[in-house]
């Protein structure tokens, strides 16, 4: 019998292990893919290195002609090797890591059979307490020919980047992706079923990112739902609603993930759930039906965005709830948010939309002829603050441009902490940088 076994062994499945194992809990952690979770493998690691790629080439372009000369390519294999020694050998660390510090660690699915018993493979085990933290997959789409999509986690694998791409959805994984591509070479289109791409994300900045890909040659197409994907040829044909069509040698799913839930039999252990909001819990992060069940990150219903930081976060209130029996309510403070395009697009609090039905101030700024950017020959650089002036605080913030993320990561400190707008024009930060701009801004 354990004090606790957790599911899944991503940030949050390691946060919750690691702090009920230091607390002296016996505890297991289970995961039916190699340890380390999607972002140390299959997301937001080894998909920034190979933006990193993208990003520099962009860079070196836009001087092209003022003071530096030749041309860089993306080599896609040699990017691909790189993005590897990233990746090889972190589920073996980290496994042996789990082990070292007493943690038992165990392989296959995990499923319940009652209220107090998983099944792994086959083979029974009980515990006290459960810490589900088993992520999220794409989601089915309802398209014909569906099984011909790959993944993210296929593109990402990829030894040979196709001559064309067509993503289908336009969050972040289509954006991020087609900017990698088309600067590798690709021929790349985005379907977006709806009027919106990037929810989430400021929409006058969206547009501006918008903008911009079509530029490079980013293809981006809004109110056009894909209805069937076809073979033909070496690819396949994507057909719309509209009966348009786009040819891709592959086709990419970039249209939002679902928590992992549905194969863990939570009917057995009488664990309320909802097949595309997750684990119902309340707000200690305990399970509404279940008391013995806890979940955090992607798979739990909560108001937190699918992100990894705010895996582990849930995931250290889930700890503390559980040694401390359910004594901090969970309290989210401004999620930052990035897509990493290049230019990058970030966000936090409230947009600009939010924020003009709240009489909040909105001060936009196109700071591509400011020193900061110009330097550089960036013609696409946006700043945008929303700004409560009763209470001289800033609510909000978001950017598009090469510093987008350093600069989001500034203002959710001042945004967190409550630093008064004011007070940032007396600020000393070094010059000439982004955060220099700052006192421009309020």
């Not at 694998?157 to 954006?175: A, T």
């Not at 809004?222 to 044909?237: D, M, N, S, V």
């Not at 001042?414 to 421009?440: K, R």
Request: hydrophobic content about 35%.
């Amino acid at each position: 019998m354990y004090d606790a076994i957790v599911i899944g062994s991503g940030s949050a499945g390691m946060t919750a292990a690691g702090n009920l194992n230091g607390a002296g809990w016996k505890t297991a952690i289970v995961d039916e893919r190699p340890y380390g979770g999607t972002c140390a493998l299959r997301g937001c690691d080894p998909k920034k290195v190979l933006i990193h790629a993208s990003d520099v080439l962009e860079q070196a372009q836009r001087l092209k002609g003022l003071g530096l000369e030749g041309s860089l390519s993306i080599r896609w294999e040699d990017l691909m090797n790189f993005k590897r020694t990233f990746v090889e050998g972190v589920p073996e660390s980290i496994e042996q890591s789990l082990k070292d510090s007493g943690i038992d660690t165990l392989h296959g699915r995990a499923r319940f059979i009652d209220r107090e018993t998983l099944e792994v493979d086959g083979r029974p085990i009980k515990s006290e307490k459960f810490v589900l933290a088993t992520g999220a997959s794409p989601t089915s789409l309802p398209i014909e020919g569906s099984e011909h999509l790959l993944s993210s986690d296929d593109f990402l694998e990829l030894d040979q980047l196709p001559s064309s791409i067509v993503f289908i959805g336009g969050g972040y994984i289509s954006f991020e992706f087609a900017h990698l591509a088309k600067r590798a070479g690709a021929d790349v289109h985005i379907l977006q079923r709806g009027e919106h791409a990037l929810k989430g994300f400021d929409t006058e900045l969206v547009q501006k990112l918008i903008d911009y890909s079509e530029s490079i040659g980013v293809h981006v197409h809004l109110h056009t739902e894909a209805a069937e994907i076809r073979p033909e040829g070496k690819g396949y044909q994507v057909y719309t609603k509209t009966k348009d069509s786009f040819y891709g040698d592959i086709v990419v799913h970039g249209s939002g993930r679902t928590p992992n839930v549905q194969t863990l039999d939570l009917e057995n252990a009488d664990a309320a759930y909802d097949k595309k909001r997750g684990v119902t819990v309340n707000e200690y992060l305990q399970n509404t039906t279940n008391e013995n069940i806890y979940a955090a990150g992607d798979c739990a219903d909560t108001s937190g965005s699918p992100l990894t930081p705010l895996a582990g976060f849930e995931a250290g209130y889930v700890s503390t709830n559980l040694l401390e029996n359910n004594s901090s309510p969970v309290h989210y403070g401004p999620i930052a948010s990035a897509a990493f395009t290049v230019p990058g697009l970030t966000a936090v609090g409230l947009t600009g939309d939010g924020a003009s039905s709240r009489g909040m101030s909105v001060v936009t700024e196109d700071v591509s002829s400011w020193f900061t950017y110009k330097h550089k020959n960036e013609k696409t650089a946006f700043v945008k603050l929303i700004i409560d002036k009763e209470k001289d605080t800033v609510v909000g913030a978001h950017a598009l441009n090469s510093d987008a993320a350093s600069f989001i990561n500034y203002m959710t400190l001042v945004i967190q902490h409550e630093i008064p707008a004011s007070s940032l024009s007396g600020t000393m930060f070094a010059y000439p940088t982004n955060a220099s701009d700052l006192q421009y801004f309020v």
